[in-house]
């Protein structure tokens, strides 16, 4: 093969790693979105404190897959102690309209803590995690190479989301939680624990969050400014997928990270103006997103 | 009529105390009150959205920054270009920015205006970066003259001096913060607190909701334009991440919550707490923040009406409170 | 008898005034205090001593919150290492007093308005005497107005933009010790010159100083190798995580160097993603030979070549740089927080400036900031790596450059075997690097 | 029927409108007359489509084809702001007034369309007597004076629907068109719901959509019904009583469901 044709698969398969880690954040985001209506801005910051939380646990243990089992149901714990000790909380004052305007910004607080509480506990300089023994070096394929990390992130984003479809499309649960995204007051008068819900969801999303962030550390250096641009892709592919829509996440994230793969390649530099401003006209002409559901 | 005494009593103590305080003050604290007044009148035009619209906006930053950009350019690109209509075109060129946008954002509302709101104001920094060659990109913009205030009959006021800056300063803020405030209790500011609570019914008024949306966005992006507008000539300086950085849309409307929302005047407070916690923080900067955030954390769990709640809670005019709260912003549609 | 007695106190008197002149005669040399002196084993930056009274007060602008908050903390431990130093010598004496160094900081948080209140703080409410910083070249232009504005030394370290110090931003309060991106860029391609490799990638930051080394870097290949051949360039954006797909652009190119202005958290993504690659393209800059984050580079061939150039580098062979080699060595071969064994190129080069600044305040003997500013001007320090010599036309540190690659196994890494400096620097000197004055300077 | 009244004129036309709801069809060739000075009912089972008729009346969606004509004229499109400065005043099935402004500020708001008040911003509300005056005066009639500086959000639910219903009327409207505005009530409170309606639209034409039959054949001349989007039959009172078809497609159904 050319050097241009085995460049243009490598930049696909980069694009595609990148994408799938995205999606792993965004599935969570826009699920809790389409449930319970909240934008959680903090969603990214989980995925950067599981990273660190991965770190952590390596220092103590060495071993990269106690990490990346433990972490996630660390920071899902975490998620599901803001969900009801937090957002639940303002639920109580019954503040009608308002209460939208109050949840994001205790969403933006809990943003901002989670990010300066990472900055007092590890510092601000960039740590490092290494990928367990079995997953560094390079794989061979039809006469080019790759990393068989980012293989890896692929395969394992590709588990997860075939075991979240199961769970979502084939179990009863599923059936529960996916009544509950769609119409949270008809599921509740059908007899379903709809708070019960909310939590499973919330922590649900945030674990998925985790799963990333732990997928992330060996391939990026960990450091507080990680949840950033993280953030802003993720609120681009809610926004563009449609609240709510988990199909419309999974191709947006796939879009966006082949275009910042591509984008890298041909036009670099102006990628932040095309995405938002194509965020910002899919938004005006259809506000529920070019995969929405609602109305 | 004791009420209305001592309402007047109340106004000619801070005016007094604002005329005497760069005898009281030194220049360190003079512009921290100064850069203080500032915010806070940035703080109250993001209210004007916030409070009286209902409308959530993460990017009110772009027309803070289009007032200062728009300042500093035509101060730096024309010569003799006088103090007040450079802080006219900053505000004009806010307002704008307002209206080329109001198109798409009146349509929206909730998450989708935030979210407009924000990836405006990321494309705003792109551009601004992009734009380097006039805007100075990361370096910004500094240094640029600062024209005396040509008052016909006196004479020329030398911008140079602090107190000179901030008699000057201080008026335009004062000036801007009354036009708000009469702006709320004009027929159209009750139009405005109506879309708040149902723009459906607004509309089956036959009150034309979009343009009233793009009338306030205008207003509300002119009064923060001219904070913007100021802030370039106080710090004789704009600089992208100042203006445009990622916690400069946030800071207001941490100040509207912290200082109590539903109310005119809570944003005052809340930026007079903002400063003074950041104040007694200066030993430590590097948890600042995580205290700012804290601090929001809690006010927005256990004290939803802010500072102001906490001071009639204090004095006893609980109930009364209570019932405006509610009555303000709180109940909303009730029934949905 | 009663003449003798009135006489008594004069003569007393007359006695101490003989004892002071002498013992004043006498402990004159000791007053001058010498660099690298003191016990540096108990010396630690987040415990500084607590010095009140009559101090000499140096503000230190720097961020100590937000992104860069890390750089903030280096500076602090470099400027402790000096003043820790200094005043365990009993301090510097100035208008006829001994006295200590007080560090007070001002954080920048890396944003200009944050600065600029840090800075009036520091000026107008702390009182320093003369200011030291300060990373990010849009903070260091608050630093040049307000040093102009109140009549403050500024001495800056780690500002390399050129335009800091152009006719339109110069002013007579503002020192640089650093080097610029322009002398950074020169050096390093005279040492190219030399070599074999000819064709270089562009991989910078698109933020000022990265666009700044992009541009220097360009003018200084056309200079000194005229037959290089720049197969791409690429401005990415700040804190960039993945640096996959620009990698996969740079192998395409066919490059055989990438040049790059990337500091941390960059410089170490840039370097794992190499890594991860199982690329062997090297990459060269200021910030590239960081052990901590050599030590965890897997793939044998990641960062051997990378080439690193400084103002100092620790294996610059002088004897008073041997002498702060081991000195430092002693103190944090078996540190945990600090990771690296031997003084990097920043590390040594800036406390090596801390000292050249103190030198000079004690030289002129004074706080008066006109008497430092004319002492400093056009003075000449050795320093550990060699002749500092302050340039008067525009306050810029003419000094000699240093360029190193990075080799395997090498003996300034912190095992001793791993990846570091080649044994000896290359030393390029300053008349090949410096610019000549900026137009409308004298 | 007034039978004093010559040659009464159409207040409002619709002719064959469409409209969907994504694929699926929701109103099917709808053509209405109203005449000048009628009240007219629109009946029929959930889901058969009324609200979306009056939604799509009023100017609140865009019908796929067909075209409404409002005294006369052709205001396809039209938005509803637009239609109610034409003339048009429109209650909604569940209550919706400005649930956080007062008695007072809610019908304030009224007065203000009533005097097209709109963009105005030189003088103090609060001292515009005139204003006020009006205000009070409309409290006084419609029942609510005691009421006046309570949150509407927190009106009983009667009282609620009184001030839902005043502000239909606010712009003294030729056309009301009132979506359920018995809903929920008891039957103290429809009589009473019902008397208002016709005191507040004497002399003015009426579209009314409503479940409870009394209602229904005490204030309406003309009904028609809706069954899954379609007109199954407009006529009088009696005529629509009589038709077996409505018979066996609605008025069963509605007796289960009332007694539900």
């Known amino acids: 093969m050319d050097a241009i044709a085995v460049m243009l698969i490598t930049q696909g398969i980069h694009g595609l790693a990148y994408g799938m880690l995205l999606f792993l954040v965004a599935s969570g985001f826009t699920l809790i979105f389409g449930m319970m209506g909240i934008l959680n801005i903090a969603h990214a910051s989980f995925f950067m404190l599981a990273a660190y939380f991965a770190f952590q646990i390596m220092q103590w243990s060495g071993s990269f897959w106690l990490a990346l089992l433990l972490a996630p149901i660390a920071i899902a714990g975490l998620g599901i102690l803001m969900e009801r000790l937090m957002l639940r909380q303002i639920r109580k004052f019954k503040l009608g309209k308002a209460v939208v305007l109050f949840e994001l910004m205790l969403t933006v607080g809990i943003m901002v803590c989670i990010e300066e509480a990472v900055k007092n506990l590890w510092g601000t300089d960039p740590e490092i995690v290494n990928a367990p023994e079995l997953l560094r070096g390079l794989v061979q394929f039809f006469g080019m190479t790759y990393p068989v990390y980012r293989i890896f992130i692929i395969g394992l984003s590709c588990s997860i989301l075939l075991l979240l479809g199961l769970i979502l499309f084939k179990t009863r649960l599923g059936n529960v939680v996916r009544a509950a995204v769609q119409d949270a007051d008809m599921a509740g008068a059908l007899g379903v624990n709809v708070p019960l819900v909310f939590t499973l969801v919330f922590g649900l999303g945030t674990w998925l969050a985790g799963i990333a962030g732990v997928a992330a550390a060996p391939m990026l250096t960990v450091f507080p400014g990680l949840a950033n641009q993280m953030m802003l892709d993720s609120f681009i592919v809610v926004a563009l997928g449609g609240f709510g829509s988990l199909f419309g996440a999974f191709v947006i994230s796939m879009l966006l990270g082949e275009l910042t793969a591509f984008g890298i390649q041909f036009f670099p530099g102006y990628s932040t103006i095309i995405l938002f401003g194509f965020m910002a006209l899919v938004l005006t002409i259809r506000p529920s997103g070019l995969f929405g559901e609602k109305e | 009529m004791k009420n209305s005494f001592r309402k007047w009593l109340l106004w000619a103590a801070i005016l007094a105390g604002l005329y005497t305080a760069p005898v009281l003050f030194g220049v360190f604290e003079l512009n921290l009150l100064l850069g203080a007044s500032i915010f806070a009148l940035f703080s109250l035009s993001l209210n004007l959205l916030l409070s009286f619209t209902g409308l959530l906006s993460f990017g009110h930053a772009m027309f803070f920054a289009s007032g200062a950009y728009g300042t500093a350019l035509v101060l730096t690109r024309l010569d003799g270009c006088s103090l007040l209509s450079a802080i006219f075109v900053g505000a004009a060129s806010a307002v704008l920015v307002a209206l080329v946008l109001s198109p798409l954002l009146v349509r929206v509302g909730g998450h989708t205006f935030a979210m407009l709101t924000m990836a405006f104001s990321q494309i705003m920094y792109a551009t601004v970066m992009k734009f380097s060659h006039l805007t100075g990109g990361n370096d910004g913009m500094s240094g640029f003259p600062i024209p005396p205030l040509v008052i016909p009959a006196v004479g020329l006021i030398d911008m140079s001096l602090e107190r000179n800056f901030y008699y000057f300063s201080i008026s335009i803020l004062g000036l801007s913060a009354w036009v708000m405030w009469f702006f709320t209790r004009t027929p159209f500011g009750s139009i405005m607190v109506s879309i708040r609570d149902n723009p459906d019914r607004v509309t089956y008024l036959g009150f034309n909701v979009p343009l009233s949306k793009a009338i306030i966005l205008g207003v509300s992006a002119g009064f923060a334009g001219v904070a913007g507008s100021v802030y370039a000539l106080f710090q004789n300086m704009v600089s992208v991440d100042g203006v445009l950085g990622p916690l400069s849309s946030f800071t207001p409307l941490i100040n509207c919550f912290i200082g109590g929302l539903g109310t005119f005047i809570g944003p005052v407070f809340g930026t007079g707490i903002g400063t003074i916690l950041l104040e007694l923080m200066s030993a430590h900067p590097e948890q600042a923040q995580l205290v700012f955030s804290l601090v929001l954390i809690s006010v927005v769990l256990f004290l939803p009406g802010g500072a102001i709640m906490l001071y009639w809670k204090i004095t006893s005019r609980w109930i009364v409170l209570r019932n405006k709260f509610q009555t303000a912003i709180l109940k909303g549609n009730h029934e949905s | 008898m009663k003449s003798i007695r009135a006489l008594f106190p004069s003569v007393i008197y007359f006695c101490l005034l003989c004892l002071y002149i002498i013992s004043g005669l006498d402990t004159e040399p000791a007053i001058a205090f010498t660099p690298l002196k003191a016990d540096f084993s108990t010396y630690d930056p987040n415990k500084p001593e607590i010095i009140s009274g009559d101090t000499i007060k140096v503000g230190l602008l720097e961020p100590f919150s937000g992104q860069s908050a890390a750089a903030g903390e280096i500076s602090n431990w470099l400027l402790g290492w000096v003043v820790h130093d200094i005043n365990s010598q009993g301090g510097i004496m100035v208008d006829g007093k001994m006295k200590m160094i007080q560090v007070i900081k001002g954080d920048t948080a890396t944003q200009p308005v944050v600065a600029k209140r840090a800075l009036q703080r520091l000026i107008l409410k702390d009182k320093v005497d003369l200011f030291v910083g300060t990373a990010g070249s849009h903070i260091a232009i608050i630093g040049n107005q307000m040093a102009e504005k109140y009549q403050k030394i500024f001495m800056n370290y780690s500002a390399y933009s050129v335009h800091l110090m152009n006719a339109q931003n110069f002013n007579r309060y503002t020192f640089r010790t650093c080097s610029t991106t322009d002398i950074n860029a020169k050096a390093l391609a005279y040492y190219f010159s030399k070599t074999p490799i000819r064709k270089f990638y562009i991989l910078c930051q698109d933020y000022s100083y990265g666009q700044d080394f992009g541009a220097s870097i360009k003018k200084a290949l056309e200079e000194f190798v005229p037959d290089a051949e720049i197969v791409g360039e690429v401005y990415h954006p700040l804190w960039l995580k993945d640096f996959a797909p620009y990698l996969s652009k740079v192998q395409a190119s066919g490059a055989e160097m990438i040049i790059s202005s990337d500091w941390p958290p960059d410089s170490w993504n840039l370097m794992l993603a190499i890594d991860q690659m199982g690329m062997n393209i090297p990459v060269s800059g200021q910030f590239f030979d960081d052990p901590r984050m050599s030590q965890n580079l897997k793939n044998k061939k990641a960062g051997l070549g990378n080439t690193v150039v400084n103002f100092h580098l620790c294996n610059v062979e002088t004897e008073l740089n041997s002498r702060f080699n081991k000195i430092f060595h002693d103190r944090y071969k078996d540190n945990e927080k600090v990771q690296i064994a031997w003084p990097s190129g920043v590390v040594g080069g800036v406390i090596g400036h801390f000292y050249w600044l103190f030198d000079v305040i004690q030289r002129a003997g004074t706080m008066n900031t006109e008497k430092i500013i004319s002492t400093w001007e056009g003075d000449t320090y050795e320093s550990f790596s060699g002749k500092l010599t302050m340039r008067k036309c525009d306050h810029q540190a003419v000094m000699d450059m240093f360029v190193s690659p990075l080799v395997s196994p090498s003996k300034w890494s912190k095992t001793g075997d791993g990846l570091g400096y080649q044994d000896h620097g290359i030393r390029i000197p300053s008349d090949i690097v410096i610019s000549p004055c900026p137009e409308g300077l004298k | ?260």
């Open chain 4, 1 to 260: 029927m007034n039978p004093d009244r010559k040659q009464p004129r159409n207040m409002l036309m619709t002719k064959r409108l469409n409209h969907y709801f994504g694929e699926r069809q929701v109103l099917f060739n709808i053509s209405l007359e109203i005449q000048e000075g009628t009240r007219h009912a629109i009946i029929g089972p959930n889901g058969a489509g009324k609200t979306t008729l009056f939604n799509t009346i009023t100017g609140k969606y865009r019908p796929k084809n067909g075209s409404i004509l409002f005294k006369g004229k052709d205001v396809t499109g039209f938005k509803p702001d637009k239609l109610v400065r034409m003339g048009l005043g429109r209650s909604f099935q569940i209550n919706s007034t400005f649930a956080g402004l007062t008695t007072f500020q809610n019908l304030r708001m009224a007065v203000l369309a009533r005097k097209n008040i709109r963009f105005n911003f030189f003088r103090n509300l609060d001292k515009m007597q005139p204003v006020t005056d009006e205000t009070d005066t409309l409290l006084a009639r419609i029942g609510l004076a005691a009421e006046r500086n309570l949150p509407a959000g927190l009106l009983s639910y009667g009282k609620h629907r009184c001030l839902e219903l005043s502000l239909a009327m606010a712009t003294d409207p030729d056309l009301v068109m009132l979506d359920e505005p018995a809903a929920g009530m008891s039957r103290i409170e429809t009589h009473q719901m019902v008397k208002l309606i016709r005191e507040l639209t004497h002399n003015k034409t009426v579209l009314i959509i409503e479940h409870d039959m009394d209602v229904v054949f005490s204030l309406a001349d003309r009904i028609t019904v809706l069954h899954h989007g379609e007109i199954l039959a407009t006529g009088t009172p009696e005529e629509i009583k009589a038709n077996q078809d409505v018979k066996d497609a609605y008025l069963g159904e509605t007796k289960v469901g009332n007694a539900a």
